[in-house]
């Protein structure tokens, strides 16, 4: 570092990329212990709705995956399966699109 610099206080490249990377590795630590506590707290969460039988549990006539919904007053329940995109409860029927690409 020249002297100038060294008095101005200014960092160079280095140490600019140097504290980023710091600062990546920081943030990276708290996303990962934060998304750690949101884990807990919703398994937390879903044990207690399912011991209070507030949780109901359907499988869906399209793709077969089980879907976990809880039963609470003013929460709407969406009938769209998260996995497959469809409804829950009505078996789409194929199409002649459907079974063409099923083919290829």
Sequence with gaps: MTRSRKMSGKLTAKQ??????ELKNELSQFANALVQEV???NTLIYALLEDLNKMEKI???NCGE???RPILKGIENNDD????GKSLF???QA???D???EEE
């Design 95 to 97: 199409n002649l699109d």
């Design 81 to 84: 399966c998260p996995s497959c």
């Design 39 to 41: 884990m807990k707290h």
């Design 90 to 92: 009505i078996k789409k």
């Design 59 to 61: 499988t869906c006539e």
């Design 16 to 21: 600019i990329q140097g504290e980023v990377t």
């Design 66 to 68: 089980e879907v976990a």
């Design 99 to 101: 079974l063409i690409g």
